[in-house]
């Protein structure tokens, strides 16, 4: 499994846009800057040819330890969900079917 950060995404507009190291660094920062209001504002984010990312609200519960059965509350919270767009899920498939 490879793990991309930040600093794998600055590197990566460092080489491809030719911008310098801390711009490129200044750059990604900014997306996800905006990603993270838009979360903070309420609204769900859809990265087009790439993926939407909704905030679902989950109702209040009763959960169930499976080992004891005891049951315990969870309550409401909001949740992240990432729905892949379909051009993401057929290059993936097809980068799959290469490699096979």
Known sequence: MKNITRADLSEAVYRDLGLSYTESEKL???VFEEIIKAFEANEDVKISSFASFY?????AR???NPKTGKEYPITSRTILSFCPSQILKNEVAAALKNKD
């Open 62 to 64: 009763v959960g169930r």
């Open 28 to 30: 990604v920062d900014l």
């Open 55 to 59: 905030l679902k609200k989950k109702k």
